[in-house]
């Protein structure tokens, strides 16, 4: 049996290795086109995430899944992909500095006071929470696995036609354009555009009031990010996005001065939900969808692509809060 995977962002590149490794055949299709959210990814995967500091309730289950899959593709291919990361989380308010003291948890590094943040180079009142993250290299994980792919003859540079593929099962995970997908359309999703920049910046910490500032310091750079918008998601960069991140991030000294290397927008495939959207189309069997995973992607594919497979091969139930069926029995 061969399985035609369309689309070879993060989702497709996750799905594709894991199913390779269960012995199956693939063969992904990759149309090339713009604003894909996984070519500006930061890779940010963040235990501790909005203003309530909540640790989403499957984050330790991903973390597992993650720690399990990545190292062996590290392995085989001799780089490092996963990183582990200390980000420091920006207090902006009372409020959240008490949550922090009240949390009891694993990820919870140590607090520094606002006289601490200031010996880091941060202006902070409300001081900072040292917290165990992660960093995916989103970019090298896709090439190594586009290589892979191309080794094995699973690779193919165009868009998908439906006549070339039939009888073959067709998971689609194409990301946002999902809403031009005339099969899937029907479905909940809720695409919004984000944007990244790329500035010179000597200050050696990874931090993030929402807002994040992701440093390089062999490069001596860092990515900043990221926005939201729900409309005009393909008209690219937008000065109005790069003057909001810049403004967040105004606990860093003379942020607004700093060289401006790259400015990057993609566009993330959520839903009104916040959950993806796994399953089979309810009336054409051949067709599936893998898709909708937003801003927590990185956290949650490789937990999900276990669940998608098993149900694929298997027919073991999909979780409930990811099956499109929640939608179709509406």
Known sequence: MEIVIVGHGLAGAILAQNFIKKGVSVCVLEGNKPHAASK?????????IGPKLNIPDDFADCMEENLAFFPEIEKASGETFLEPIELFRVFTSLVQQKKWESLSSPYQVSYLSDGESKALGVD???????????????????????FVLRSKGFYIEKPFEPEDWTGKPVIFCEGFRVTQ????????????????L??????????SNGTWHLCNPLSGTAKIGSSWKHERLEDGPDEDAKSQIIHKLGF?????????????????????DRHPILGRHPEHPNYYIFNGFGSRGCTTLVKSAHEFIRFFLDDIPLPLSKNLMRFAQK
């Open 40 to 48: 500006v990814s930061a890779g940010l995967i963040n235990p501790l």
């Open 124 to 146: 902070c009142p409300f001081g900072l929470g040292k917290t165990s993250a992660w960093i995916l290299n989103t970019e090298k994980f896709l090439e190594y696995s586009r």
């Open 181 to 196: 997908n005339p099969w899937f359309q029907f479905l909940p999703f809720a695409p919004a555009q984000g944007e990244v």
């Open 198 to 207: 790329t500035i010179q910046s000597s200050l050696k910490y990874n931090l």
């Open 252 to 272: 860093i000294p003379n942020i607004q001065n700093q060289k401006i290397m790259k400015h990057s927008c993609g566009v993330r495939s959520g839903t009104r």
